[in-house]
């Protein structure tokens, strides 16, 4: 069977998922925090790398976290934040902002091989 062939039959793959588990926030609340993380398409991340700021990881994690929601209005409040950015920046810390951007990178297929060069026979 061809590689076209293989294509054709396989289902459709969702974008890749993963839960992590903020370890001071954890500790702070006194119960899991559990962002749930998501892979970005191509289009999101080529045009978040296009805009590259000194927030970039900031982007990605807004773009690829699926819970909670960082929009939500009670959680801006309570974080004194006006926009989801300031929101990022304030409940989290630096070093937790790049964790959870590299793991969203991870999921998208960058900061790891995703392909295997073939011996010649």
């Known amino acids: 069977m061809n590689t076209l062939d293989i294509l054709l039959k396989a289902d459709i793959p969702n974008m890749p998922e993963q839960e992590v588990k903020l370890k001071r926030l954890s500790s702070i609340c006194g119960a899991p925090v559990i962002f749930k993380l998501k892979a970005l398409p191509y289009s999101r991340a080529a045009e978040l790398s296009k805009n590259q700021s000194e927030e970039l990881n900031v982007h ?8 909670p929601n960082l929009k939500d209005a009670e959680l801006l409040s309570k ?18 902002i790049e964790d959870i951007s590299r ?19």
Request: hydrophobic letters at 40%.
């Open 60 to 67: 990605i994690v807004l773009a690829g976290t699926v819970e």
């Open 79 to 96: 974080y004194n934040a006006v926009t989801p950015a300031e929101l990022v920046k304030n409940m989290l810390l630096p070093g937790e």
């Open 103 to 121: 793991t969203i990178e991870k999921l998208s297929g960058y900061r790891t091989i995703t392909i295997e060069e073939l011996k010649k026979k």
